[in-house]
């Protein structure tokens, strides 16, 4: 099981959700648009995160917590740790990746240097995107899911960079 679908489920399972009808969505001295189409679940202070939004192009879960087979998922985790680069907080989530194949690159977010990690999990059968982003004392991460060979895969990217670009801090 992919290490970074084993975080949503940690990050799901805390929390109080209340449903948010809106564009805007605000972390932690963050902002960021979301489309309308999107339904947003905002999770607040939780044991593990300051906290947690989940923006995701279905209603329900299917049993089990499952996305739908056409669903695609936007995390968005606001977290103080005690590390002071991408790098760090990513080897403090998941440690060292051993055999699971893992394309890593650099973006930058709202003028912010981050690192973007790519798994394609084929046990799962889903492609996970992964960005991390310190910014002051808060790790910032962004992650998308959705199953491997969905034909609505380029949308769901365009969207999630779309979400990316609109990133703002407030302080």
């Known amino acids: 099981m992919s290490q970074i679908f084993l975080v949503f489920l940690a990050l799901l399972q805390v929390g ?3 449903v948010v009808n809106t564009n805007n969505v605000s972390l932690k001295n963050m902002t960021l648009m979301v489309p309308l189409s999107l339904n947003v679940r905002v999770m607040e202070k939780t044991s593990v995160s300051e906290a947690i939004s989940a923006i995701a192009n279905f209603e329900e879960y299917i049993h089990g917590g ?5 669903g695609m998922e936007i995390i968005v985790v606001a977290e103080k740790m005690e590390v002071k680069t991408p790098e760090e907080a990513i080897k403090k989530d998941f440690g060292v990746f051993g055999k699971v194949k893992v394309q890593k690159s650099q973006v930058e977010v709202a003028k ?3 690192i973007k990690i ?13 960005i991390y982003l ?3 004392d808060t790790t910032y991460k962004f992650f998308l899911t959705y199953y491997i060979g969905n034909p609505q895969a380029k949308t769901y990217q365009g969207i999630f ?5 609109s990133v703002k801090f407030t302080q």
């Open 66 to 70: 499952i996305m739908p087979r056409n």
């Open 112 to 114: 912010q240097r981050a």
């Open 134 to 136: 310190v910014y002051n």
């Open 161 to 165: 960079n779309g979400m990316l670009r």
């Open 118 to 130: 790519s798994v394609k999990d084929d046990f799962l059968k889903i492609n996970e995107v992964a």
């Open 16 to 18: 109080t959700v209340r």
